[in-house]
Nanobody, 126 residues
Framework: QVQLVESGGGLVQAGGSLRLSCAAS????????MGWFRQAPGKEREFVAG????????RYGDSVKGRFTISRDNAKNTVYLQMNRLKPEDTAVYSC???????????????????WGQGTQVTVSS
């Protein structure tokens, strides 16, 4: 019913920037939140950023606040993650997800999200 496809990952030096994209298709009418998560080897999935499909509400994980920016293009059904001043500890597989149930704000718990993309690798070298 819903498909999410990430792109834009790659290898970048510390201090550099990348922009990730998440293209959505299928059911969109009742989609309330789009989020970005990441998972590094040996670590649990971590909330990175989220945005509601309408309005201006966003939320960021503490480790990326001030460096990453989430945005959307409703006409293109696409959500973006602009990543600046990247650090080696940002290295992870980044996945986008859609939350169809949260009616207020943005949640960080991955169990609240209903659909997931395949992920894209981001590697930051020192």
């Amino acid at each position: 019913q819903v498909q999410l496809v990430e792109s834009g990952g790659g290898l970048v030096q510390a201090g550099g920037s990348l922009r990730l994209s998440c293209a959505a298709s299928g059911r969109t009418l009742s989609r309330y939140v789009m989020g970005w998560f990441r998972q590094a080897p040996g670590k649990e999935r971590e909330f990175v950023a989220g945005i509601r499909w309408t309005g201006d509400i966003t939320r960021y994980g503490d480790s990326v606040k001030g460096r990453f920016t989430i945005s959307r293009d409703n006409a293109k059904n696409t959500v973006y993650l602009q990543m600046n001043r990247l650090k080696p500890e940002d290295t992870a597989v980044y996945s986008c997800a859609a939350d169809f149930s949260t009616r207020l704000g943005v949640v960080a718990n991955p169990s609240e999200y209903d659909y997931w993309g395949q992920g894209t690798q981001v590697t930051v070298s020192s």
